[in-house]
């Protein structure tokens, strides 16, 4: 390890966003752009190495460490931070850029961690952070969604806390490197990263609460908490093969959620989830080409999916509406915007030229070359339902499809350039891959742009085109209905509604009877047969032993032998301590043997 | 397609079929579940 005067990216947005809070106007404007730009170069330059180190609690531990793989979610941080603060800069209140800042720090904080604990207070300052990106919002609706995400990621947090302590324990070491999944620590540890990846079951958190943000309260949402969940896994348990799995149910089941959703940022919520189980599976897969195809996936995804959000929060912010049954006929009135968001589809439905093109061909080459032919097929129709819901559904519904009658303004000139600054990278990058190669882990050798890659995409999404067409013209799509679609969290509301009955049924109840048992009758008894105990003894013992104290009881006038009731009571007190030191003394010399 | 937009509060949005169009979505059904069992059988 080395050490030196280096400057940690969070530092830069935590105490950036603490300055911001104090200024207005263009001077906070110009600090918000400083604070990932500045960041970003001196990341740059700064070589691979472990610095900050600290100790704690007798363990060697370390702020930063800078690597192939942290570095490119650091770098992907960092471009689309500076994308997100200009397209809110007209935001006039600085709540939103403070803790958006703190938050945007806690996942940097996170991905450049050396070890496991740091990671840990990283990873719990981004939930407090961005559970108030909610509340920002200032609705019911959003408090309740708030409550609900923050429940959820306090017990996954809850789950890797104890896993990491664990770990530390067995192991001894502290270092988060790869670990597996081999025992409980590390299932546990595995399950707090995937409360965060949104995997099935426990992804409702993610289309409960980012639809709920503000429109840029949910772009920043849509970064840091579920990509670090995937650096995380990426480093910990890279070629574990439960990952497919899950990975594979997580491209599949959204896109039936999606189709019928109304509300678009639910079915942008739902998309993402989709796009998080390409890379879950492409960690499980574990071969090289498949590391660098779920990183390279998850740094290309931070820009299309910031982009769509930041598409369909610029419709939230210009007419007040984001369900389909609302929308339509915008790209008169708002054709940038159109433009932008086509942009976002055509690369998240990976089209050649389009930077996902290149990535998710990188992952579905790699599952089949490890012989997993199954999941290949899942990939291939959460391919086509991508296309579907994201790529067609969201343009369609908001900029075409009918004549909603609403005639909004055109986006702010700084939400334009937001939105125009990540379509350049996607169209870039999806053109000149190279640049996207050189920052992934491990060389890469892949070409996506071959005869056979591209004219099979193409297939792919042109049936998929053609299946929409005919299913919307046969008027067999599904109709948009304003309604609230049943999830996994009916369970969990119907789980919590069985609780609260068996809390005021049973529980309490039950803590009734202990309360009068602990606290009336056994104290009651207790006082009843300590009043004397010599008198006590005498009842139970047979008439023959204790002659003498039985004389004396005889003779005195209340019942009570003079003197002997504060001796026993004392006696007794210290033979009862006595017997509980013993008793430890021998399990602690028996403990100390075995 | 048709929007229905009837109730004020756009409640729903339905595609209503355009006519025709049915029987073209059952050919290109039908083409390509025989495509995909011909692919599927031949390897």
Known sequence: MSSGLLIPPFMF????????????????????????????????????????????????????????????????????????????????????????????????????????ITLYV????????????????????????????????????????IGIILYITATGNVAFEHMGWTNLATGLIMIGFGVNAAWPFVHTWLVDSYPKASFLGTVMLSVFTTKTAIYTLARGFAGEETLIVIGAVMTAFPIFYAVLENDLRKVLSYSLINQLGFMVVGIGVGSQMAINAAVGQAFVHIMFKSLLFMGMGAVLHQTGKIKATELGGLYKYMPFTT??????????????????????SMILSSVATEGFMVVWLVLLFASAGVLDHSGIKIPFFAFFGHDSGLKPKEAPLNMLIGMGF??????????????????????VTYNAYTADHTIFQLQ???????????????????????????????????????????????LIRFMDFGKALFFSYIPKTLKMLTRNPVGLLLLIVPDTRFKGLREKMAKSEDGYVDGLVEYWSIGLSAFVICFFLLFYLLFFLVNKLI | MAANHKDKDFTELKHDAVPGYKPVFGVVLAAAVLYLAYIFLSH
Do not use: C
């Open chain 1, 13 to 116: 947005f935590m105490l950036g966003g603490i300055i911001a809070g104090f200024l207005k106007g263009s001077l906070r404007n110009a600090l918000l752009i400083a604070i990932p730009v500045l960041s970003l170069i001196n990341l740059a330059m700064i070589p691979h190495g472990v610095y900050l180190e600290y100790e704690f609690l007798g363990h060697q531990l370390a702020l930063f460490r800078v690597d192939k793989l942290s570095l490119v979610f650091g770098y992907a941080f960092h471009i689309v931070s500076i994308a997100v603060l200009v397209y809110g800069m007209h935001v006039k209140s600085n709540k939103e850029f403070i803790i958006g800042l703190i938050y945007a720090g806690g996942g940097l904080g996170a991905v450049f961690a050396y070890d496991l």
């Open chain 1, 339 to 360: 433009v932008f968001t086509i942009v976002g589809s055509m690369t998240i439905s990976a089209f050649p030229l389009f930077s996902a093109f290149v990535t998710k």
């Open chain 1, 122 to 161: 990283f990873w719990e300052i981004m939930t407090v952070a961005s559970t108030f990106i909610i509340w920002r919002k200032d609705s019911m609706e959003a408090v309740g969604a708030g409550f609900r995400y923050f429940i959820f990621h306090l017990v996954g947090g809850l789950a890797l806390l």
């Open chain 1, 422 to 443: 990540l379509a350049f990278l996607n169209i870039f990058l999806g053109i000149f891959p190279g640049y996207l190669f050189q920052i992934l882990p491990y060389e």
């Open chain 1, 460 to 506: 792919l999404l042109l049936f998929s085109i053609l299946a929409f067409t005919l299913l919307l013209r046969s008027g067999l799509y599904p109709a948009e209905i304003r309604s609230i679609n049943l999830d996994f969290d009916f369970f969990y509301r119907k789980g919590y509604k069985v609780f609260v009955w068996l809390v005021d049924n049973i």
